[in-house]
């Protein structure tokens, strides 16, 4: 028989005090919900106001990390403005047409404004304009959908839930990594974690609205995969570029890219559920 000391290593539940980090992101929280939810329940013009700052503040740290310090601002304020200009154009209703036509000309033009700007990256530089602006234009699609403020309320939830719930369950169990080479931070109990809390936040949200709680916990659950997805993609940008967070502007999250990276994915997924299957939140 194998010596009890070879045993596998077991995960064990660790309960630890409240660290200052978790304080501080906790009362950032409290002060960006409140107005964040009012938002969300007001629409437009409120909510399109939100993205669009959120866009620009995206655009801007996006072009920080891939840019590099010592490269132009010219490069910096030219993605921090194309990402609030197309965001803007969605919000005033401007046709599919030529939504498309900025984003390809936006998309085309990235690559000579880093060259010019010095960037040290220039192609991950230019995947930031469509991967900003679109995820920002499907939130606003969604919030115009019928039922679109539940839907978004309900989204939003999902991945609150997801990380709130990766963040207690990997720091209550540990475990294996889930990509140590990207976050090593972040586990498989915390996936896990994260999918059940955000299940259980599905459900319970599904229950108000009289939607179908069982098949929305399964998409909660799935979407929370797509959320941690995102999370990781921008854990990756960061380590790229060599930087820990993407800015300074929220106190404990750093800046709003660390904070809306599980964001971006999934209103893109939802926004394609509703649109090829006719996906809506109430039957």
């Not at 009012?38 to 409120?46: D, L, R, V």
């Not at 469509?130 to 234009?137: E, F, G, H, N, Q």
């Not at 959908?145 to 720091?171: H, I, K, N, Q, S």
Request: hydrophobic share 55%.
């Amino acid at each position: 028989m194998a010596d009890s000391g070879s045993a596998s290593p077991r995960l064990r539940l660790r309960l630890r005090r409240p660290t200052k980090a978790l304080m501080l992101r906790l009362m950032s929280a409290a002060v960006l919900l409140p107005p964040m939810i009012f938002a969300i329940w007001a629409g437009s013009p409120w909510f399109d106001l939100v993205l669009i700052i959120a866009a620009g503040a995206m655009g801007w740290e996006w072009a920080r990390m891939t840019l590099g310090a010592e490269a132009r601002p010219l490069g910096t304020w030219a993605l921090a403005g194309a990402c609030a200009g197309l965001v803007a154009a969605v919000a005033l209703d401007a046709d599919f047409r030529t939504l498309c036509l900025l984003l390809i000309a936006g998309s085309l033009t990235a690559p000579l404004v880093s060259g010019f700007s010095r960037g040290k990256m220039p192609w991950l530089y230019t995947l930031g304009f469509p991967a900003i602006a679109v995820s920002c234009a499907c939130w606003l699609w969604l919030r115009v959908m019928p039922e679109g403020r539940e839907t978004v309320l309900w989204l939003m939830g999902v991945v609150w839930a997801t990380d709130t719930g990766a963040y207690f369950a990997g720091r209550a169990i540990g475990g294996p990594r889930l990509a140590p080479k990207i976050s090593p931070n972040k586990t498989w109990a915390g996936l896990i974690g994260g999918m059940l809390s955000a299940a259980g936040i599905a459900a319970l949200i599904a229950a108000f609205v009289h939607g179908p709680s069982l098949a929305l916990a399964l998409l909660g659950a799935t979407l929370a995969v797509v959320a941690q997805t995102g999370d990781l993609a921008e854990s990756a940008l960061k380590r790229h570029a060599g930087v820990k967070d993407s800015g300074r502007l929220i106190p404990g999250h750093g800046g709003i890219l660390d904070r809306v990276d599980g964001l971006m994915p999934v209103a893109a997924v939802l926004v394609l559920l509703t649109v090829v299957f006719g996906w809506s939140l109430t039957p």
